[in-house]
């Protein structure tokens, strides 16, 4: 089946830097990623949503200066939190979509990523 | 908004017990409902959906059905294995292509 390939699993950066994580689609081409953001004992919570060779769309309140999400290509979309701070230590997972979804049977999910930032 | 609420784990459970995880919503018109899994270590994976009233998702035992008058979508199995301890998510679909998930619900298995 499809597979979506979340790198890197786990990633520690210091405080004011900024890290890069990958969403690709393997073995399809993901017109639509989604990126989610998971908060202890919380639901996932929908950061943006990243079309191919356009600017993604942010959710209410999530600063697209401090999360950037480019997506490129039909197989990789990346999301950079830029000056990290400890406070956005968090889970992040990516979903791809090859198609408008309506049955629900068309997304994918990556792994996950876990960032700590110290 | 819309929203998806179920009942907090973790929930432990015999091997071959009946499993019921709770799971109601909150939305306006007509959403459709998903039950996604989540294995150690792997991602989440839709494991039954339902997109209209009295529709009935299953998949691997697992069965939820759409009930709107009590905007519910409860997940039941009949009979669990130790195969079966995972994360489970309650989510929905209802505009935009968004998907709302609940907290999940994490599901051990007892040998």
């Known amino acids: 089946g499809a597979v979506v390939s979340q790198h890197p699993s786990w990633v520690i950066c210091k405080s004011g830097t900024s890290v890069k994580i990958e969403c690709r689609s393997l073995?399809?081409?993901?017109?639509?990623m989604f990126w989610y953001r998971q908060f202890p004992k919380q639901s996932l919570m929908l950061m943006a949503t990243s079309n191919e060779g356009s600017k993604a769309t942010y959710e209410q309140g999530v600063e697209k200066d401090k999360f950037l999400i480019n997506h490129a290509s039909l197989t990789l979309s990346t999301l950079t939190v830029t000056s990290a701070h400890p406070e956005d230590s968090s889970f992040y997972i990516c979903s791809a979509s090859s198609e408008q979804w309506i049955s629900g049977n068309t997304i994918y999910f990556g792994e996950g990523s876990w960032l700590t930032v110290v | 908004g819309d929203s998806v609420t179920q009942m907090e784990g973790p929930v432990t459970l015999s091997e071959e017990a009946f499993l019921t995880i709770n799971c109601t919503y909150t939305?306006?018109?007509?959403?459709?409902l998903f039950w996604y899994v989540q294995y150690p270590g792997e991602g989440l994976q839709l494991l039954l959906k339902a997109t209209k009233a009295d529709d009935k998702g299953s998949n691997k035992g697992f069965e939820a059905t759409y009930r709107k008058e009590t905007t519910s979508f409860h997940l039941e199995k009949g009979s669990v294995q130790v195969s079966d301890s995972a994360v489970y998510f309650c989510a929905l679909s209802a505009r935009d292509d968004k998907i709302i998930f609940g907290k999940g619900t994490r599901l051990h298995i007892l040998p």
């Open positions: 073995d399809f081409q993901a017109t639509t």
């Open positions: 939305a306006t018109g007509y959403p459709s």
